[in-house]
């Protein structure tokens, strides 16, 4: 069995495709598969990607049916032990693969790396707390205090784990990761964290999360907060004893979203928030916790406006 199993969705990257590709091929440790997943890409992309076929590499094409549903279908076609995902305007260092399997267990169900992050010729490192072999609540625990949290691409999968769990992205909406990677950890029983910045993170003009006109904000928003919800009660009905970190972490989320609403549509994701008992979910455990649960069910707009 090939070990490793690298997941490159793409849709009209050709101006970073090759670097990512490059990036990829260049490891120094040999036992592994690129699934490129063409998501309908009206680019050069499809012709930068044939330049690259070899046995090495699978070359999927489908029609547009976006991220998610790109993802998904590399994990479908995926042969590895494990899965790690690249997004196709991102890459990683040379030495990537060699850190990984030695800080790799057999029996792990996620490692997680650290991310630098790329804009122009600014570098920006994230360093975190190694951790090793901790149940996913308690990784969570940890993780949720750094700041790539929920992005797939900072983590590697078992996909015998992900198939047992029958996990799958969204398909059709924004923020596909938050709507998935906190139930993954949740349902983990070994998470590991190295202190290795591996995987860099390109933020470019036009990629799918950069900011764009006022109905897409909206659809993120509510995308969000529908993830919420759903979030919400798979937590409550697979682990109602280790619950409020996750339900926390993700009401957070929800809440921070809504600062970007016009006035209208903030009464109609504040109703949501309240209809579904998100507003409680806070952590409320010392004073100022307390006071912030309190704020925000009192006048949540208020206390965006205090937050920034």
Same mark, same amino acid.
């Given at each position: 069995?090939?070990?490793?199993?690298f997941?490159?969705?793409?849709?009209?990257?050709?101006?970073?495709l090759?670097?990512?590709?490059?990036?990829?091929?260049?490891?120094k440790?040999?036992d592994?598969?690129?699934?490129?997943?063409?998501?309908?890409?009206?680019?050069?992309?499809?012709?930068?990607?044939?330049g690259?076929?070899?046995?090495?590499?699978?070359?999927?094409?489908?029609?547009?049916e976006?991220l998610?549903?790109?993802?998904?279908?590399?994990?479908?076609?995926?042969?590895?032990?494990?899965?790690?995902?690249?997004?196709?305007?991102?890459?990683?260092?040379?030495?990537?693969?060699?850190?990984?399997?030695?800080?790799?267990?057999?029996?792990?169900?996620?490692?997680?790396?650290?991310?630098?992050?790329i804009?122009?010729?600014?570098?920006?490192?994230?360093?975190?707390?190694?951790?090793?072999?901790?149940?996913?609540?308690?990784?969570?625990?940890?993780?949720?205090?750094?700041?790539?949290?929920?992005?797939?691409?900072?983590?590697?999968?078992?996909?015998? =784990?992900?198939? !047992?769990?029958?996990?799958?992205?969204?398909?059709?909406?924004y923020? *596909? &990761? %938050?709507?998935?990677?906190?139930? +993954?950890?949740?349902?983990?029983?070994?998470?590991?964290s190295?202190?290795?910045?591996?995987?860099?993170?390109a933020?470019?003009k036009?990629?799918?999360?950069?900011?764009?006109?006022?109905?897409?904000?909206?659809?993120?928003?509510?995308?969000?907060?529908?993830?919420?919800?759903?979030?919400?009660?798979?937590?409550?009905?697979?682990?109602?004893?280790?619950?409020?970190?996750?339900?926390? =972490?993700?009401? !957070?989320c929800?809440?921070?979203?809504?600062?970007?609403?016009?006035? *209208? &549509? %903030?009464?109609?994701?504040?109703? +949501?928030?309240?209809?579904?008992?998100?507003?409680n979910?806070?952590?409320?455990?010392?004073?100022?916790?307390?006071?912030?649960?309190?704020?925000?069910?009192?006048?949540?707009?208020?206390?965006?406006?205090l937050?920034?």
């Amino acid at each position: 069995m090939i070990k490793y199993s690298f997941i490159v969705p793409v849709y009209n990257t050709e101006k970073y495709l090759k670097k990512c590709l490059d990036s990829i091929l260049k490891q120094k440790i040999k036992d592994y598969e690129i699934i490129v997943v063409n998501d309908g890409s009206t680019d050069n992309s499809e012709k930068i990607i044939k330049g690259y076929l070899t046995k090495k590499l699978k070359y999927i094409y489908q029609k547009n049916e976006g991220l998610s549903s790109a993802r998904n279908t590399g994990v479908l076609n995926a042969t590895g032990k494990f899965l790690i995902f690249v997004d196709s305007d991102d890459f990683i260092d040379q030495d990537f693969l060699e850190v990984i399997d030695k800080n790799l267990k057999e029996d792990i169900d996620v490692l997680r790396y650290q991310i630098k992050e790329i804009y122009n010729n600014d570098v920006i490192e994230y360093h975190e707390k190694e951790f090793n072999n901790l149940t996913g609540y308690d990784a969570f625990s940890i993780i949720c205090k750094y700041h790539f949290v929920e992005n797939s691409w900072a983590y590697v999968y078992n996909r015998k =784990f992900w198939l !047992n769990n029958n996990f799958a992205f969204t398909k059709g909406i924004y923020h *596909e &990761d %938050f709507a998935l990677t906190p139930l +993954i950890l949740m349902k983990a029983k070994s998470v590991s964290s190295i202190d290795y910045l591996g995987y860099n993170y390109a933020i470019r003009k036009g990629s799918i999360m950069s900011k764009g006109d006022y109905e897409k904000e909206k659809k993120k928003c509510f995308d969000v907060i529908n993830a919420t919800i759903r979030m919400k009660k798979e937590i409550l009905n697979y682990n109602p004893q280790n619950k409020e970190l996750f339900l926390s =972490f993700i009401a !957070n989320c929800a809440i921070e979203k809504a600062r970007v609403l016009n006035k *209208e &549509d %903030f009464k109609k994701y504040q109703k +949501i928030l309240k209809e579904n008992g998100i507003l409680n979910d806070i952590i409320a455990n010392n004073i100022v916790r307390k006071l912030k649960k309190i704020i925000i069910n009192l006048n949540l707009k208020f206390y965006l406006k205090l937050k920034k």
